[in-house]
C-alpha cells in the first residue's frame, strides 16, 4: 500500500488510544462525569486531591473495562493501580492513579476490516487529568502569562489501549482508530467522539529499511485530534525521521507535537523530569481480582462486534466484506439483515443503505423497506422513483405504496395514462362529448375507465389532470 | 568505602521532589540520607527471592462503590483555599515545559 | 510530681454517664478541661488550636438536647483533643506544617463525624511532628510540646500533643495517628493509654496522609475501658476508605475483666535485649509487667520474631517512599501556602523548601530516592519482601500464642534537643512499635511503672488483627494489678 514514504522504506506505528468512559460519575468519587459544565463545579476532596481524601473505585468503570478487553479479545486477570509521580498543576495530587505491570487487560487483537489483526499489549484503567487554559497573547502554552486549571475533568475514567507497533501504513492506522470507534460504541461505554476528545490518539512511529528487523527509535505524536491529522501526523514524523537517516542523523527518542496548521511535529519541551515516575502500587485501593463466573458473565453480555457482523452480513448478502463494511460501521447491519430476510434483494439493500441512507434511518421500517424493493425489482417503481420514495419513507414512515401513490410515482406513469385516456376518448366520443360541453359528472366515468384497467393503480389527482388537459387541446 | 548517596543524587532527588537546597543542605542531608541508607544496608543484603512483596497490611480485594452521584463542593468554598484564582478557575503562574 | 498533672481525673465514661443523666452538665465539664489548658497550655503547648467558642456552643447544645429528653451517644458532653492531622470542617487543619497553616478544609474525617455523633465535643487540635513524621513532636512548625510529667522533656511523638493533652487534664480523651507507633510511644512517655487499631479498622477517610499502609487512627485515654470506648466509636467500616474492613468486629467493652487465666503470652525476644539500645530499666518494667500477668494465670515464655532486626530499616525504606508521593500534593496551586515564583515550577520549589521542615524534606528525598528507577528492586522492593516475611514470622508465633508482649518505647521521655542533630537515633525510638504497623496488627500501650527519672513506663501489649478484644482484656488486666498494687 502507498504510504507516501520513499522507496524502501517501511512505515512502523503503535498506537495508544485514551478512551473517557461514560459513566455517570468519575473514577474514584460520586462527581459527575459530564463535558462542557462550567468549570470547577463538579468536584470534591478527592478528585481536588484535598489532604486526607481517598479514592474508591468505580464498579461500573472496571466493568466497562473488562467488556472492552474481552472485546479486544484480552486476558482479563488480577489486576492493582500504580501511582505514577510527576509534578503538573493539571493533576490534583501530583501523581497520576494508573495501573502499571499488572493492568486489568493483557495480550490481545483488534481484527481490521481488511482482516489484520493488529496485537493489543494492553489495556489498562486511569484517571484523566484536569484542563488548563493558558492565558496571555499567543493563547499558547509558550508565551501565555499565567494558567488557569479546571479540575472538572480530574478523576474521569479512561481506558488506554496499547497496541504493538504491528500497524505498518497509514490507512491501517486510520482503520484501527475506526474499528476501536465501532467495538466502544457497540460495547456503549464511551460516546467515543474524537473532536470532544472522548477519544484522544498518541502514535509511536518510527521506520526501517524494509526486510530489517530491528526496532528503531521511536517517536510519540501528541495532540492529533482527527484521523485525518492522524494520518498526516504519521506521513510528516516518518518523512522527517527517512530525512535524518538519510542525511546520515539519528532521531532521538522523544515526544512531539503534531501542529495541525503548520503540518508538522515539533519537539515537546523539556522531560528531564518525566524520566522516573517512581511508580508503586497505589497504597490507597486495593487489587481487582474479577472470578471466572465475572469473566463468564461478561462474555455472555457482550454485543457482537464489528468484525464478527462484517462476517455475518457478508455472509448473508453473499458479497465482500469491504462492500458491506461501511453498513456496519454505520449501525445499519441488523436493519439490513433484517430486509434481506424479508426477501429483499441483498444488492439493492447493500445499494440504498451504502449510497441513499447515509444519513440514518428516520421512520423506515425493514418491511417498508423490502416492499419498496421488490417494487423497484419488479419495474413498479423506476430506481430514480425508489429513491425518492426512500426519502419519504425515511422522513414520514409508512408504506412505500400509499408513500409513492402521494407522489403519483406509480410505475403506471403519466404517460402511459395519458395512452390509456386517449384511447377511452376514441372509445366513448359521445362521452367525450358530454365531458367537453361542461357535464362533469361525467368525468368520474372516465377516472371510474382508468382505474379498471390500471387495476386501483393510478393516481386519480393525474387522471383528472390529463383529462383536463385534453378538453383545452 | 563508597558513599551509599552522593551529593549529585541527594540534589537530582531534590529536584525530582520540587525542592531547592542550598550548598550547606546539600552536604548535610547527604551526610543524614546516606547515615539512613547505611542502616538499610542490611535489608539490601538480605536474601528474599521467592518472597512475594506485601503492599497492604490487610487483603483487601475488589473493593469498589456504585455508579451514584455523590456529595459535590460549592466552587466559591474551593476557591476560597486557593492562593489564587481567576474565571471560577486555579490560577499558576506560567508553565514551561508541558505534561509529560 | 509536675503542676501540670492533675492529681485525679474522671472518666470519659463517666462524664457521658453522669451529663446523660443531667447530674452534669457539658458545659460545667467543658469549663473544667478549658481553665485546667488556660492555667498550663503556656508551658505543655498541647494544642495548636483551642476552640474554646465552638466547644462551647457544642456543650450548650448537648445540655439542650439532654434536657429535651434526646437519646445521646456514649461521648456525650466529653471533651474530646484531636491531632491536627484529621479534617475538621472550616477549622483550621494544620499537620503542624507552615505548608497548611491557614486551610481549614471543607469537609470533616470520618472519625471526627463519628466523634460528633457519639456526642463528644471537640476542645482543641493538637499540636504533632510536621505531617506526623517524629518521635518527640519537636518537628512542629509551630513549636515543640512539653512532657506534662517535666516539662524539660519530650513527650514522644508524632501525637506528642494528643498524649499530653490527656496527661495533663486538658482532656479526657483524645486522638492520634500511628504510623510506626506514633500514638503508643508518646503513650508510654506521658504515661497514657494509646491504641493502634489493626489496619483497616477505623477509617484513614479525612486523615492527611502519611504512609498510607500503616497510618492508623485511634485513641489516647487515662484507662483502657476509655480506650476502649473511644475505640469503639471510632472504629467501623467505612465506605469512603479502600482499604476499610466491612466485617464487624467482636465488642472491646464485654471481656473487659475477664482476665488472662490460661492465656498464652509471649514475650518478644529480639525487643527485651535482642536488638541494641533498648534500656534495660525498660526491659526490667516490661519482665515485671509479664510476672504481673503470670501472677493472674497467664503462661508466659519467650518468643522470637527474626524479622523485626530489619523493621527499623524497612521501615524507614517504605514509610518515606509513600510519603514522598502523599506530600506532592502540597505545591502551592490549590491551597495551603504559596510562595510567588516566575514559573510554576519556580512557585512549586518556593512554595515546599519554605513550607516543609527539615525532617519532612529528609522523608521526601529518602522516599523519592528509594522509589526511583535503579535502586527500587534494592531498597522498596526489599522492604516490602521483609514486611512479608515479618508477617510470616507473626502467624508463626500467632499459632501458638494468643498474646505477645514487649517495651512500647525502648527508653523513658528524653530531654528537648537531646536527639535532634543526629536522624538515625530518633528513628530508634521506633523499634519497638514499627512491627505492628508493617502488618497491620493492632497494639496497645499501657501506663505500668515510672524509671528512675520519675517518668513513665508503658509496656505493649500486641495481638492478632481483629483481635482488640483480646488485646484490652489483657490490657486492663495489667492496669488492674498496677492500680491494686499502689
Ligand atoms: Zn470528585
Known amino acids: 500500500m502507498n504510504n507516501n514514504l520513499k522507496d524502501d522504506w517501511e512505515l512502523i506505528v503503535g498506537l495508544e488510544v485514551h478512551v473517557e468512559l461514560g459513566t455517570k460519575t468519575k473514577l474514584f468519587c460520586g462527581c459527575v462525569n459530564q463535558f462542557g459544565d462550567e468549570p470547577n463545579t463538579n468536584v470534591c476532596p478527592v478528585c481536588l486531591g484535598l489532604p486526607g481524601s481517598l479514592p474508591v473505585v468505580n464498579e461500573k468503570a472496571v466493568i466497562y473495562a473488562m467488556q472492552l478487553g474481552r472485546a479486544l479479545n484480552c486476558s482479563v486477570g488480577r489486576s492493582i493501580f500504580a501511582r505514577k509521580n510527576y509534578f503538573y498543576p493539571d493533576m490534583p495530587k501530583d501523581y497520576q492513579i494508573t495501573q502499571y505491570d499488572q493492568p486489568t487487560n493483557m495480550d490481545g487483537y483488534l481484527e481490521l476490516p481488511s482482516g489484520v489483526k493488529i496485537g493489543i499489549e494492553r489495556a489498562h484503567i486511569e484517571e484523566d487529568t484536569g484542563k488548563t487554559v493558558h492565558v496571555g497573547s499567543t493563547g499558547r502554552i509558550s508565551g501565555s502569562d499565567y494558567s488557569l486549571v479546571d479540575y472538572n475533568r480530574a478523576g474521569v475514567p479512561l481506558i488506554e489501549i496499547v497496541s504493538y507497533p504491528e500497524i505498518r501504513t497509514i490507512d491501517q492506522a486510520k482503520e484501527y482508530v475506526e474499528e476501536l470507534r465501532g467495538v466502544l460504541l457497540a460495547l456503549e461505554v464511551s460516546d467515543a467522539k474524537m473532536e470532544e476528545g472522548s477519544i484522544r490518539v ?265 383529462l383536463n388537459e385534453r378538453i383545452s387541446d | 568505602m563508597t558513599e551509599p548517596i552522593s551529593e549529585e543524587e541527594v540534589a537530582h532527588v531534590a529536584h525530582l521532589a520540587r525542592l531547592r537546597l542550598s550548598d550547606q543542605e546539600l552536604e548535610i542531608f547527604t551526610r543524614q540520607l546516606g547515615a539512613v541508607l547505611e542502616h538499610a544496608k542490611d535489608v539490601e543484603a538480605l536474601q528474599l527471592d521467592g518472597i512475594e512483596p506485601m503492599s497492604h497490611p490487610f487483603p483487601l480485594e475488589n473493593v469498589t462503590r456504585e455508579d451514584e452521584v455523590g456529595e459535590m463542593l460549592e466552587r466559591e468554598k474551593v476557591l476560597d483555599q486557593a492562593p489564587a484564582a481567576e474565571d471560577g478557575r486555579f490560577q499558576v503562574p506560567q508553565i514551561l515545559g508541558e505534561q509529560p | 510530681m509536675s503542676p501540670s498533672v492533675p492529681d485525679s481525673f474522671v472518666t470519659a465514661e463517666s462524664i457521658s454517664e453522669k451529663v446523660k443523666s443531667g447530674e452534669w452538665s457539658a458545659v460545667e465539664i467543658l469549663d473544667k478541661y478549658l481553665s485546667q489548658i488556660e492555667q498550663h497550655e503556656s508551658e505543655v503547648h498541647a494544642f495548636n488550636t483551642v476552640l474554646e467558642g465552638e466547644a462551647r456552643a457544642a456543650a450548650r447544645e448537648t445540655d439542650k438536647r439532654v434536657a429535651s429528653g434526646e437519646t445521646l451517644g456514649p461521648l456525650a458532653g466529653v471533651p474530646i483533643a484531636v491531632k491536627d492531622n484529621l479534617c475538621t470542617k472550616g477549622i483550621r487543619t494544620t499537620a503542624s506544617s507552615r505548608i497548611l497553616e491557614n486551610w481549614k478544609p471543607p469537609y470533616d474525617a470520618t472519625v471526627v463525624q463519628k466523634l460528633f455523633s457519639a456526642g463528644a465535643t471537640l476542645i482543641g487540635k493538637t499540636n504533632m511532628d510536621e505531617f506526623a513524621m517524629g518521635s518527640s513532636t519537636e518537628n512542629s512548625a509551630f513549636g515543640p510540646t512539653r512532657n506534662p510529667h517535666d516539662l524539660s522533656c519530650v513527650p514522644g511523638g508524632s501525637s506528642g500533643g494528643s498524649a499530653a493533652a490527656v496527661a495533663a487534664g486538658f482532656a479526657p480523651i483524645s486522638i492520634g495517628s500511628d504510623t510506626g507507633g506514633s500514638i503508643r510511644q508518646p503513650a508510654s512517655l506521658c504515661g497514657v493509654v494509646g491504641v493502634k487499631p489493626t489496619y483497616g479498622g477505623v477509617s484513614r477517610y479525612g486523615l492527611l496522609a502519611f504512609a498510607s499502609s500503616l497510618d492508623q487512627i485511634g485513641p489516647f485515654a487515662n484507662t483502657v475501658r476509655d480506650a476502649a470506648i473511644v475505640h469503639e466509636v471510632i472504629g467501623g467500616h467505612d465506605p469512603k476508605d479502600s482499604t476499610s474492613i466491612s466485617e464487624p468486629f467482636p465488642s472491646f467493652l464485654d471481656g473487659l475483666d475477664h482476665g488472662v487465666e490460661g492465656l498464652k503470652i509471649g514475650i518478644i525476644s529480639e525487643l527485651m535485649g535482642g536488638i541494641e539500645g533498648i534500656s534495660p530499666e525498660v526491659i526490667g518494667k516490661t519482665r515485671e509487667a509479664a510476672s504481673v500477668l503470670s501472677a493472674n494465670g497467664a503462661l508466659i515464655e519467650e518468643v522470637s520474631i527474626p524479622a523485626s532486626l530489619y523493621c527499623l530499616s524497612s521501615y524507614y525504606l517504605i514509610a518515606p517512599a509513600e510519603a514522598s508521593s502523599n506530600l506532592s500534593r502540597y505545591d502551592g496551586v490549590r491551597y495551603g501556602l504559596r510562595v510567588q515564583g516566575e514559573t510554576l515550577a519556580e512557585m512549586n520549589i518556593n512554595t515546599r523548601t519554605n513550607g516543609f521542615g527539615n525532617e519532612v524534606k529528609r522523608r521526601i528525598m529518602l522516599g523519592t530516592y528509594a522509589l526511583s528507577a535503579g535502586y527500587y528492586d534494592a531498597y522498596y522492593g526489599k522492604a516490602l519482601k521483609v514486611r512479608r516475611l515479618l508477617a510470616q514470622n507473626f502467624d508463626e508465633v500467632y499459632s501458638k500464642f494468643d498474646v505477645l508482649l514487649s517495651p512500647t518505647s525502648p527508653c523513658t521521655a528524653f530531654k528537648l534537643g537531646e536527639k535532634t542533630s543526629d536522624p538515625m537515633t530518633m528513628y530508634v525510638n521506633d523499634v519497638c512499635t514499627i512491627p505492628s504497623n508493617l502488618v497491620g496488627h493492632p497494639a496497645i500501650s499501657v501506663p505500668f511503672a515510672s524509671g528512675n527519672d520519675g517518668m513513665p513506663i508503658g509496656v505493649q501489649i500486641l495481638v492478632p488483627p481483629m483481635q482488640e478484644a483480646l488485646m484490652y482484656r489483657v490490657a486492663s488486666t495489667l492496669e488492674s494489678a498496677k492500680s491494686n498494687e499502689q
Not at chain 1, 527518542?253 to 495541525?260: A, I, K, L, N, P
Not at chain 1, 402521494?406 to 377511452?424: H, K, R, S, Y
Open chain 1, 202 to 466: 498518541d502514535a509511536n512511529v518510527s521506520v526501517r529499511i524494509e526486510g530489517e528487523d530491528e526496532l528503531r527509535t521511536r517517536c510519540e505524536i501528541k495532540n492529533v485530534n482527527s484521523l485525518r491529522s492522524l494520518g498526516r501526523a504519521i506521513e510528516y514524523e516518518a518523512n522527517r525521521q527517512i530525512d535524518l537517516y538519510e542525511n546520515s542523523e539519528i532521531p532521538s527518542q522523544e515526544t512531539r507535537h503534531w501542529d495541525e496548521s503548520d503540518g508538522r511535529t515539533r519537539p515537546g519541551r523539556s522531560k528531564e523530569d518525566a524520566e522516573d515516575y517512581r511508580y508503586f502500587q497505589e497504597p490507597d485501593l486495593v487489587p481487582l481480582n474479577p472470578n471466572t463466573e465475572t469473566i463468564e458473565m461478561i462474555d455472555q453480555g457482550l454485543p457482537s462486534f464489528p468484525s464478527e457482523r462484517r462476517m455475518q452480513l457478508a455472509t448473508l448478502a453473499q458479497m465482500d466484506v469491504s462492500e458491506i463494511a461501511l453498513i456496519v460501521e454505520r449501525g445499519h447491519d441488523g436493519f439490513a439483515a433484517e430486509t434481506i430476510n424479508s426477501g429483499a434483494a441483498p444488492q439493492v439493500v447493500i445499494k440504498h443503505l451504502t449510497n441513499n441512507l447515509s444519513d440514518g434511518l428516520g421512520e423506515l421500517t425493514p418491511t417498508a423497506f423490502a416492499s419498496l424493493i421488490q417494487m423497484e425489482e419488479s419495474a413498479e417503481l423506476t430506481s430514480t422513483q425508489a429513491k425518492k420514495v426512500l426519502g419519504e419513507l425515511v422522513l414520514q414512515g409508512g408504506r412505500p405504496q400509499e408513500v409513492a401513490a402521494q407522489f403519483g410515482l406509480e410505475a403506471v406513469d403519466t404517460d402511459e395514462l395519458e395512452t390509456l385516456i386517449n384511447q377511452l376518448i376514441t372509445d366513448y366520443p359521445d362521452e367525450w362529448e358530454r365531458f367537453c360541453g361542461g357535464e362533469k359528472k361525467v368525468q368520474g366515468f372516465f377516472v371510474g375507465e382508468v382505474m379498471k384497467s390500471t387495476r386501483g393503480q393510478a393516481d386519480g389527482k393525474v387522471i383528472n389532470q390529463i
